[in-house]
């Protein structure tokens, strides 16, 4: 898949409407339409890369604004400020948008077995 066939790079650009929960020149947030908790968002670098595999030192930068965000979206929590992030990689792992993203999870205690 390239990118001209990338839901996620159609969100990007606004071709796809989604619900926008944060954005900036580097990454947009959006809810996920299948959530599995109250709180669940996809964090999305506006650059094409399908997986972590693919990543390169070029992608620094953009791997740390991801984490920026998820720190923000963190901090916007109540208490207890507790999350979980997840990046399914490859097919056979669960991906199935093949456009890098980490999956932003809070509002269930996976300690008491709510997942």
Not at 42 to 48: A, D, F, G
Not at 63 to 90: Q, R
Request: charged content about 25%.
């Amino acid at each position: 898949m390239n990118s001209q066939d990338c839901i996620f790079c159609k969100i990007i650009n606004k071709e796809i409407s989604a619900k926008i929960i944060k954005e900036n020149n580097t990454v947009i947030v959006i809810e996920d339409i299948f959530p599995k908790a109250p709180v669940h968002y996809l964090v999305i670098p506006k650059k094409h890369i399908v997986n972590l595999s693919t990543i390169t030192s070029l992608d620094k930068e953009l791997v740390w604004h991801m984490i920026e965000i998820i720190k923000e979206l963190a901090n916007d929590l109540p208490d207890p400020k507790a999350f979980n992030t997840l990046s399914n990689n490859g097919k056979e792992a669960g991906q199935s948008v093949f456009h890098m993203h980490w999956h932003f999870i809070s509002g269930r205690n996976i300690v008491e077995g709510e997942f």
